[in-house]
């Protein structure tokens, strides 16, 4: 019995272990074949020097034994970085699961996630980073990463030996070792000889020949063995066979992944660009053209090898299908661009589509995804990249059709969406605005011209001008009421009214709106702690403070807190706005220490926001001055009370 118990512990313990365990470890190939002086080198390098290089060209094995070596030894952090994807946007991913598995307060933004990771896990042990997929070329990405200095293990994967550290030469692999890994793969082991000799130990040709072996029964051998041992690139040989051996259908779907991010995506993504059905899945992994389960990845060499004359035609199919698929409603829009892999192919599409010249409005059409996804998630660095290049480009809206048009259109809400973040309104107006006057000659896009309507007249609301706010936000409601618009974004229409009787100060009536507005977005699939319920939450503290229900409005603002506080900065405006809030129900809780602490904290933010295009004028800032001004009369401080006011009324009159 006591034995038992035991066991059952063991289990358990080892499940918690499991648990809180960070890793994106992919397993190796079942066929791979132990490099054992090269595991033995790895392992000294990591224990002398904290961290080690392994070069060699593509397709020899670098990742694989890397794998293999995580496979092998324990740490409570195990982390591949894609170096073919934005670096920072890869630390934000580590930062997150950091952040939710420890409860750190790690930066989610690509701005400041990298140094942030890179502070926390230097004083941290049993831990292990490996950047992979260094191309040529492209060490430079990783230099502060091999200067830094930190108590773990780093391993760097590169084609390019220049600049590493503790260098590890990955070859090609032993006549012996090739033989090996040749009979683990074929199904005749008699032409293990032929793959040793004639693919001089590379593990890629050796695996990718065994599968066109295996998998064309009709496969003259003899001729074969002739055409691959004449040719001068016998990947490309082995690849134009495998290709031979695809339907159309099957072929088509080969060049699309070979344009989106090969090392990670999945069938549902695939779903999104092709008509490709599971046969077509089957015969690319048949072939060792791509591997895995789902998410599926391909490797580089096979990339870059793949012929595609037809780079930009293929490009645009992929985005305009991406665009075809996006749900029409702002909240089904939302859901889709947080789907699995949606952001990393997004960006190597469009770097692919840089690269391949599509035209300018597919390209519109793509960073209208990527901009939209960066302003819902207040990530004010990427979402500046783009629109400084819609600002540098030259459209001709005459020569655009419809759709085009509405992609414009929308694009141009977008910038207004981020000068709103900024809290910049009028140029926020200056952009829906614009956005209206081309969707005036735009058939169709109900959804799109609800949600311009909604945010003109937010941002109307923001600058004190209500009656221009109710113009816009009557004629969303008058598009709701026609069916145009989907359900889901009633929402919407909802927190917009909530805000507008906010101004009239019928507080009761913006409440219960406020309320409707959040049941809605739940009901549609945002889950209660989605960024995208900041304003709803911050409208409702608001409220309770007003209405004298000062710890109802602290709970709401300790939840709005515990959302925000993983993915920003404790300098961001947001927790400004919270501080302020809190300030303000400690005051009426009569707490004049904590009121202080709390809008103080609020003020040096705002003073300080980098983000912010006038710092010392923000409208936000003067609403501060004033729960100031009312904390210094209720402490009988009277001069600094007036000249906290003094300091709001210079804002409002700015």
Known sequence: MIRFILIIILIKSANVLAEENISNL???VSYFVNHVNQLDQLNRHLRDNRKASIVGT???????????????????IKWFIDCNLDIAEEFVKLAKKINKSTKSKLAENAKTSRRDVMEYLATEKHWLLVFDNLKINQNHKIQDIIKWDHNGHVIFCSQDIEGMPYVIKLNNITPRDAKIMARNLLHDKKDAEFLSQTFGGYPILISQAAQLLNAIPGLEKKEYKIMVNNSQDKLEYNLKTAINELTPNALQLLKKISLINNQKFSREFLRIISDHTDDDIYQLSKFMLISGAGPFEMHDIIAQKIIRKDHSSILE?????????IPKGTIGAHLFREGETIRENLQIIQQNAQKYKVSINKMLALNLQLITKYVNSLD????????????????????????????????????????????????????????QEVFNDVIGYESSK?????????????LGKVESAKKYINAAEELFSKGCVQDADMGLLYFAKARTFFMEGNYQKSLDYNNKAIKKFLQKGIKDNDIYLTGPYMVRAEIYNIQYKYQEAIDQLNKLYKMQEPCKKPDHEIFARIYTQIAKSKLGLNDIEAANKNIDRAISIYLADKNSLDADN????????????????TNNKYGDALNAYKKARMIYFY
């Open 618 to 633: 923000h409208p936000d800032l003067a609403a501060t001055y004033i729960v100031k001004g009312d904390i210094e009369f």
């Open 380 to 435: 004010v660095y990427n979402a500046d990249k783009l629109v400084k290049w819609f600002n540098n480009q030259s459209f001709s809206l005459w020569s655009m059709n419809n759709d085009e048009r509405a992609r414009y259109a929308e694009y141009l809400a977008i910038i207004g969406g981020y000068y709103r973040r900024l809290a910049d309104y009028n140029n926020a107006v200056k952009y829906y605005s614009k956005s």
């Open 26 to 28: 992919i397993m190796p």
């Open 450 to 462: 609800y949600n311009g309507f909604i945010c003109l007249g937010k941002s109307y609301l923001s």
């Open 317 to 325: 199919d992929i985005i305009t299908r991406i665009t075809n698929n």
């Open 58 to 76: 593509s397709g020899i094995g670098k990742t694989q034994l890397v794998r293999k070596y995580a496979q092998k030894n324990q740490y409570h």
